[in-house]
């Protein structure tokens, strides 16, 4: 090891296979948006975009600096989320030709003073009372301005992992109602990763995918970890029964223990709450977590692997160690973790074999 520092190994073939098996589950009309706001979900927005822009018919972002970054790689669609907020932005969104969503009268505003009405997404709020329009001020607005123009029709669900959750049902009613009142060049898009996989058969026109691309769906396998989180053991110790470790003492040793520091804390994006028990991966076997995140380090039990060492890589997550287990295990979303990953650990681009 000549300097030591914990990194982030980003594998663009998952993206890629990831991808496949998502559009696998689409119908031939369904097209494609790669979600990638909010530096890909930790994923490094630059990469991406080279490494998936053939297998995408637009990219998703929510800040405009983000968009801007894309235009000057791609000239597919580029969707701004988060819509225009005052007439700079909108000039700035025309001279890039970004689609833009629109999610209330004051953004509608901003349009119809420009007298701009391409590429426009409507949001509807069918349930999940974030942002979106009322369906009545919705209406008033396309019968008055919208009746005789192309747009997409767009709504986002609130609970699509969740089968049993009735709200899925009320919003596609919701959105179907108003949609079949609309003149037919309109275009309809509300799938996300979780209605893809959970409701196939609602991918119209548009699906809008963010976390199976990176392999943070949970209840699925076949989508794989892109990201391995990984860092150096840099220290080993023998501990006795009821030693305790770290802050505060929280980890009591129950009999005579083997601990490895790892240089990993929660300065560099490892949640303060990870919870003793957690399992991480070093040389191929199963570790467990040993006591409070640190600001930069973490305490793992390895008394049950024969041979570790410090240099020896610990892993957080991989392909081979889901991110959803380390989130589910922690009441946690892989959303928050990809999202944690602070800009002083390492990050890697390769395909690992
Ligand atoms: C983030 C986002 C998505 C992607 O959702 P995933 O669950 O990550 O697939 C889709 N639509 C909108 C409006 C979003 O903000």
Not at 60 to 79: H, Q, T, W, Y
Not at 244 to 268: E, F, H, N, P, Q
Request: proline share 3%.
């Amino acid at each position: 090891m000549t300097s030591i520092n914990s990194e982030l190994i980003i594998d663009p073939k998952i993206f890629r296979n990831n991808i496949l098996f998502l559009k696998n589950k689409l119908s031939n009309s369904s097209k494609f948006m790669a979600v990638i706001k909010s530096d890909a979900y930790g994923h490094h927005i630059e990469h991406i975009v080279k490494d998936i822009e053939d297998l995408s018919d637009g990219f998703g972002v929510v800040r405009i600096d983000e968009a801007l970054k894309i235009r000057e790689l791609s000239n597919k669609k580029i969707l701004l989320m988060q819509g225009v907020y005052s007439k700079e932005d909108l000039d700035i969104s025309i001279k890039n030709k970004f689609d833009l969503v629109v999610h209330n009268p004051d953004q509608f505003q901003i349009i119809k003073e420009g007298n701009y009405y391409e590429g426009l997404w409507l949001k509807l709020n069918t349930g999940m009372n974030r942002l979106g329009f009322d369906i009545d001020t919705f209406l008033r607005i396309y019968e008055e301005y919208l009746f005789d123009k192309k747009f997409t029709l767009m709504t986002h669900l609130a609970a699509s992992n969740d089968v049993s959750n009735p709200s899925n049902e009320n919003q596609f009613k919701i959105f179907e109602d108003i949609s079949s009142k609309l003149n037919n060049s309109i275009e309809r898009s509300i799938a996300n990763t979780g209605c893809i996989m959970n409701y196939p058969n609602k991918t119209y026109d548009w699906v809008r995918c963010g976390i199976g691309i990176y392999g943070g769906y949970i209840g699925n396998h076949e989508l794989k970890t892109a990201m391995t989180l990984r860092s150096p053991i840099v220290n080993i110790r023998n501990i006795s029964k009821g030693d305790k470790v770290g802050y505060d003492g929280r980890a009591v040793a129950t009999k005579d223990m083997k601990i490895a520091s790892v240089y990993l804390g929660y300065a560099d994006g490892l949640p303060v709450t990870i919870k003793d028990d957690t399992p991480v991966m070093i040389n191929d076997q199963m570790a467990y977590v040993f006591g409070r995140v640190s600001m930069d380090l973490t305490t793992i039990d390895v008394s049950n692997i024969e041979k570790c060492s410090p240099g020896d890589w610990c892993e957080f997550f991989s392909p081979e160690l889901p991110i959803t287990n380390i989130a589910t295990s922690n009441d946690l979303i892989s959303y928050y973790l990809m999202t944690s990953v602070k800009s002083r650990v390492k990050k890697v681009y390769k395909i690992l074999d």
